[in-house]
């Protein structure tokens, strides 16, 4: 069967409104901030193969990139022709899902009139997964939590209660786990209803022939937008931070040959004893997403968009390590990776790539007990500042390239923390033609009754977002406990009535600071993202 255009973007766009209403019903019935407010999660449908056809359009861009592998590796251990209806697949095993133990991949088998048709997935970042707090200083994955292989949850509807009691028992807050697992559970059902429903409204009596049109045609618009490219050898380098000092390197080479990408990580640090390393998925997931955000930005995501791309990285390097390296921490160095790809393709797309952003997602996870005795554990997120691009500021306080939300205040003082302050950091943005994005600051009380164990993800607090086109870097993160500054990658112990003080970095800044419009700089001004020192120091500005 084959569709005409207007018939097939209909189509299309019902199945991106399917994971639409599951990702809906998923955030109504979480029991954690992480779904909830951060939206740390994904749904996705799929074709009997895995491949990915529609993913829901809020959370993180990066799982459309990790899903579709997730169950191609899921169906190895349970083959399709041996699902049943009502099974429910789940592993946060790092090398098959996302990348770090957290991270839940659910993947269910959808039947329609006896007959394999689709695959629903989900993956939720839970609030807990045992073993050491998530934390860049744990040295090996065994470390890092409960690890779960390809398992079902779910045999033909019928519930694992082994799993569940041994879920249970190694987590610090088994009902907000279990709850959001059951919450990703109520997603699948939805997609498998609406899913149905489509099927019989259409007169369908599978997905095969929409499946092909959908990746066919992205594939194509990939190709082509490829083909546009002059074909050749990129390179570019990014230095991190790392974990005691030394810098870690990041390196890529783009080679672009008519319609084909591929990106060879060769020159890459070494995988390391801590956190820090990056699994293939996630390497792949933001290799990809880069790219599309520069070829094919406005293209629905699914399978067919990442076809035409191939990503390698050396064995036994930060971004391909061997297990059992510890990874809990990989969105520290993964977020760093669509900058090396927008630095290597600067000189194919000159004046239309943004530059470095703040990159790694900051967030603070901490436990301990409340003064019931009871344990408590939570995470939240504060971004830094987006980098500029050739015609706009970068944004402020945003997670790209992740799309992870800011945690609001209420729901981090739902525990026994008080946020003295949180505020823009003045002059944190890069300067330039267009400026980068600001960092924040967060002031944090320690009011509980007794200590916490607190970890951190950070990262540029060393080295800046860099420059690009004349525009200046963004400027450093830093961590503070009681006035002084610590190591944001070693688990820490909190005294009551410690203060924490969280300050992001900012994005750089894109072309040189003295052709920026006055009235912008004004308006910096105006709003306390810039100080009038810099303004006139830098941009040369003078008030009235």
């Known amino acids: 069967m084959s569709f005409d255009p207007i018939s097939l973007e209909i189509l299309w766009n019902r199945l991106v409104a399917i994971t639409d209403e599951a990702a809906a019903t998923l955030i109504r019935t979480s029991f954690s901030t992480i779904v909830r407010e951060s939206l740390d999660f994904a749904c996705v449908l799929l074709d009997p193969r ?8 809020a959370p993180p861009p990066s799982f459309i990139g990790t899903l579709p592998r997730t169950v191609k590796a899921l169906t190895r251990d349970f083959p399709p022709e041996t699902a049943r209806d009502g099974d429910v697949i789940v592993t946060n095993d790092p090398w098959i899902g996302t990348g770090h133990l957290p991270d839940l991949n659910m993947a269910k088998p959808i039947f329609y009139r006896d007959r394999l048709v689709a695959y629903s997935a989900t993956v939720s970042h839970l609030p807990d997964i045992g073993g050491r707090i998530r934390s860049p200083d744990a040295r090996e994955v065994y470390e890092e939590g409960f690890q779960i292989p390809p398992w079902k949850l779910l045999d033909a509807g019928e519930v694992d209660d082994k799993l569940v009691r041994l879920l249970e028992h190694n987590v610090r807050v088994p009902d907000r786990v279990m709850g959001d697992i059951w919450s990703q559970l109520a997603a699948h059902q939805l997609m498998e209803r609406r899913l149905h429903e489509l099927l019989e409204e259409q007169g369908l009596s599978d997905l095969d022939d929409l499946s092909e049109a959908i990746v066919s045609t992205s594939r194509r618009a990939m190709q082509q937008a490829i083909r546009e490219m002059p074909n050749g050898e990129y390179a570019y380098r990014l230095q991190t931070d790392g974990f005691d000092g030394t810098p870690l390197t990041l390196a890529a080479t783009v080679r672009v040959a008519d319609e084909h990408i591929v990106v060879d990580y060769s020159g890459t640090s070494p995988q390391v004893g801590r956190g820090l390393n990056v699994v293939p998925n996630y390497t792949y997931a933001f290799t990809t997403y880069a790219l599309k955000c520069i070829l094919a930005p406005t293209l629905l995501n699914n399978e067919g968009c990442c076809d035409p791309i191939e990503v390698t990285a050396p064995e036994g390097c930060l971004l391909n390590p061997v297990y059992p390296a510890a990874v809990g921490a990989r969105a520290i160095m993964g977020h760093f990776l669509p900058t090396v790809i927008f630095g290597a393709l600067a000189q194919a797309f000159p004046g239309r790539l943004q530059a470095a952003s703040a990159g790694c997602l900051w967030a603070m996870q901490y436990t301990g007990f409340n003064r019931r005795g009871e344990r408590f554990t939570n995470l939240f997120f504060l971004n830094g500042g987006q980098g500029a691009s050739s015609d706009r500021d970068g944004i402020s306080c945003i997670s790209f390239p992740g799309n992870i939300s800011n945690t609001p205040i209420e729901m981090i003082e739902e525990t026994p923390i008080l946020i003295e302050r949180k505020s823009f950091r003045e002059d944190s943005g890069g300067s330039g033609q ?4 600001n960092g924040q600051s967060l002031v944090i009380r320690v009011i509980n009754e007794t200590p916490l164990t607190v970890s951190f993800l950070s990262d540029r607090n060393k080295i800046p977002a860099p420059g690009f086109a004349g525009g200046h870097d963004g400027a450093l993160g830093a961590v503070m406990l009681n006035g002084k500054p610590i190591n944001p990658k070693e688990t820490v112990i909190v005294q009551p009535g410690d203060v924490i003080a969280l300050n992001t970095p900012g994005g750089a800044g894109y072309g040189e600071p003295q052709q ?20 006139h120091d830098v941009y040369q500005w003078a008030a009235g």
């Open 516 to 535: 920026r419009e006055r009235e912008r700089v004004s308006v910096d001004v105006a709003t306390g993202m810039v100080s009038e020192k810099l303004a």
């Open 434 to 437: 267009f400026r980068g994005g």
């Open 50 to 57: 895995g491949r990915g056809l529609s993913q829901c359009t």
